[in-house]
C-alpha cells in the first residue's frame, strides 16, 4: 500500500481534508468540475488514465505539491495503482515579477507550463527521481502554472515549487507602488493613520513611509513597517500633510511612491459654548465638543490669579462639588488631544447657592406661628434674608409670593446661627405647613428646607409694643451713612428693624418721610451701616423696636425719631461710556484690601484696571503699562473710609481697548 498524501479534497459533497498518514474521510464522492481554490492554493484534479482525458475522478485544493505516492494510488480517491495522473494549477498575481528558480523532481514524468509554455520537461518512465530546476523572469501581473504528472509504473513520487530569486546582484525589478492607500486622522492618539494594499511581490520586504508638507516638495521619511497601516503623530498641529508609501524587496529595489494621500492634523480648539450654572449640589459646567479632543482640563482661578486643577474629564461637562457657597468663581477649561496637547482656555463664572436651611420648626404662640431654623455661617454661605413659604396642604408651593415673617438672630455656641420669625397672618385653630428657603444679595433662592407643620390655638395675645427706640444718630460720611441708637431694655425685646425712606415736601414745605424696611437686626445690636453710592442722594431713616409678639411703635412714629440725612456726592466727573462687554464686581476686603473680578472677553489678550482719582480727576492705571492676564486683581493700595469708583477694560489683538465696565466699592476705616 503506498503512502497516504496530505490534501483537501473538494467534492459535491463539501470539503474533505486528508493529512499525512491520517485519513479524516475517505468516502468516494463524484467528482465536480466547478471546483474553485484560493489562490496561491493549488487545484488539484486526479485521472485514472496518463492522457488527462475525460472527467477528473477527483478535483482538490492542495496547498503544496510534495507527494509520495509509493506503489499505491493517492488516498482520497480511487484510482489504478499505476498509469495515473495529476494535473495541478493556479492563478497568481506576482506583482511586478521578476527572477524565479522554478524546482522539480519526480518518479516519473513531469512537465510545468507558465501561462502555457512549458518551461520545465521531464517526462519519461524511469526507475528513480530525476529532478530539474530553472531560473527564468516572471513578468509583471498575473500569470497562470500548471503542472503535469504522470505515474506509469512503480513508485512514484512528485515535488515542485517556484521562489523568487532575492541577490541584489541578480534581482534587479522594483516591487509596484503600493495601491489602495488611504489616510485618516485617529483622534483617540492625534495621529495620521496611513493604510493600504498588500502587494502581491512574492519577495516583498516591507514598505517604507514618507511625508511632505501640504505646499512643499521635499519628502521626509518617518519610518518602516511590514504591515499594511502605520501610524505618526503630525509635527504640528493646524496642518495638513501628505504621505506616500514606498514598496521595498528582499534585494533591496524600491517601488516608485504610491499615490499621495492628505492627512490634516487638528489644532485642538478650547471649547466652545461653556457655560456654569451654579447648582445647590455644585457649580455645574457644560460645553460642546470639540473635533480632536479626547478629555477636557478643569481648572479655576484664585482670588491671588493663580490658576488651579480641579480635574479632567472625557465627557462635556464637569460639577464643582467643592465650590465654596456665595463665592464668585472662575472656571477655565481647556481641550486635551490624543498626544496630550492643550488648547487655549475658556472662560465661564458660576457662583453657588446658599444652602437650604435646616433643623425647622414650628410651634404655636396662640393663634400665630413661631417658625426657627438654623445655618451654618461657615459652610453654608451669605444669607441676605430668608423667604418663608406657608400652606394648609401638603407639598408646600413655594413658586408664589412668600409670607411675612420678619427673622432675627442669635449665634449659638457651635458657631451656627438660629434665626426665628413669627408669623401673625394665621387663623386660630389651623394647621399649617411651612418650608424656608434663604437667599444671597442676587435674589438667588437655595432649595427649600424641610416642612414644619404646626396647628394654632386660641389667640391670647400680648398687644403691648415696646419702647420707641431713643438716641438715634445719622452721620453721612464717604463710605455711607452710619447710624447709632440706644438699646432697648423690654426683656420680650425680639429685634430691630431700620427704615430707610424718601424725602418728601409738599408745597407748604412741610417734610415727609416715606419709608420702607430695609433691615433686620438682633437685638443686641444697636449699630448699622447704610451702605449706598454717595451721590448726593437724601434719606430719612428710623428704628423700629420689635417684641417676640411681633408689636412695635411703627404706626406711632414720631417725626422727631426719623433723621434726614444728605450723603457726600464723589460720583467721578468722568462719565462711563456705554457698551462696554465687561460686566466688573468689587468688594471691600480686610484692612483696606479691595477684590475685583470681571467675566473673560473673547480674544482679548489682557486686561487693564483704573480707580478714580478725585484729586487728578482721571481714573488712573493700577495694572501698568503691560496687559493684565487673569479675571482679577487686588487693589491693596485703596484707601479706607472712602469709595472708591474702578473701570476695567479688555485689550484687544490689535492693542486698543474695549468700553470700560465700571463699579464701585465702600470701604468702612479698619480697625485693630
Known sequence: MRPQNRLTVASAAGVVCVVAGTLLSATATPAVADVTCASPTWKAQFYANTTFSGTPKLTACDSAISENYGTGDPAGVTLPRDNFAVRWSVARDFGSGGPFTFSAASQDGIRVYLDGVRKIDL???????????????????????????????????????????????????????????????????????VSWARNKEMDLGGYRLYRRESGGTTWAYIGTTTGTSFAHLPTTTG????????????????????????????AVAPPAGLAAQG??????????????????????????????????????GYTDTAAPRSERRTYLVRSIDGAGRYSGYAGAEALRPVAAPHEVTARADADRAVLTWKVRPATDGSYFGFHVYRSTSLPVDTTGEPVRCDAWSTTLADGRKQYSCTDVATGAKTTYHYVVKGYDNGGRESLASGTASVTTL????????????????AEA????????????????????????????????????????????????????????????????????AVDTSGNSNYRWTKAADVRIVTAPDLTPTVPTPPGSPLYPNAKAGTRGVVELSWNAVEDATGYRVYRWDRATGRYEPLTGTDPHAFTSYTDTTASSGTTHYYWVTAVLPDGTETAPGADWVLVPPTTG
Not at 243 to 252: I, L, Q, S, T
Not at 287 to 302: D, I, T
Not at 458 to 473: I, N, S
Open 279 to 316: 447648582l445647590d449640589a455644585g457649580n455645574k459646567l457644560t460645553w460642546k465638543a470639540v473635533p480632536g479632543a479626547v478629555k477636557y482640563s478643569v481648572e479655576w482661578r484664585a482670588t491671588d490669579g493663580s490658576i488651579r486643577f480641579l480635574g479632567a474629564t472625557a465627557t462635556t
Open 458 to 473: 386660641e389667640p391670647v395675645r400680648d398687644l403691648t409694643p415696646p419702647a420707641a427706640v431713643g438716641g438715634l444718630t
Open 477 to 544: 460720611t464717604e463710605y455711607g451713612i452710619v447710624l447709632n441708637w440706644k438699646a432697648n431694655t423690654e426683656p420680650d425685646l425680639a429685634r430691630y428693624v431700620v427704615y430707610v425712606g424718601e424725602v418728601l415736601r409738599d408745597d407748604d414745605g412741610e417734610t415727609m418721610c416715606s419709608g420702607a424696611e430695609y433691615a433686620y437686626l438682633s437685638k443686641a445690636t444697636t449699630h448699622y451701616l447704610y451702605a449706598a453710592n454717595p451721590n448726593g442722594y437724601e434719606r430719612c431713616f428710623w428704628i423700629d
Open 239 to 266: 496642518r495638513t500633510y501628505y504621505y506616500e508609501v514606498r514598496a521595498y524587496d528582499k534585494a533591496g529595489n524600491v517601488s516608485a511612491g504610491s499615490a499621495d494621500v492628505p492627512v490634516t492634523s487638528i
Open 123 to 193: 517526462w519519461r518512465n524511469v526507475s528513480s527521481t530525476q529532478s530539474k530546476s530553472v531560473n527564468l523572469t516572471v513578468p509583471a501581473g498575473k500569470h497562470t502554472l500548471r503542472v503535469d504528472f504522470v505515474a506509469w509504473t512503480g513508485s512514484a513520487n512528485v515535488k515542485f515549487s517556484y521562489a523568487p530569486r532575492t541577490t541584489a546582484t541578480v534581482d534587479k525589478v522594483r516591487p509596484l507602488a503600493p495601491s489602495a492607500v488611504t489616510g485618516r486622522l485617529d483622534n483617540a492618539t492625534a495621529k495620521a493613520v
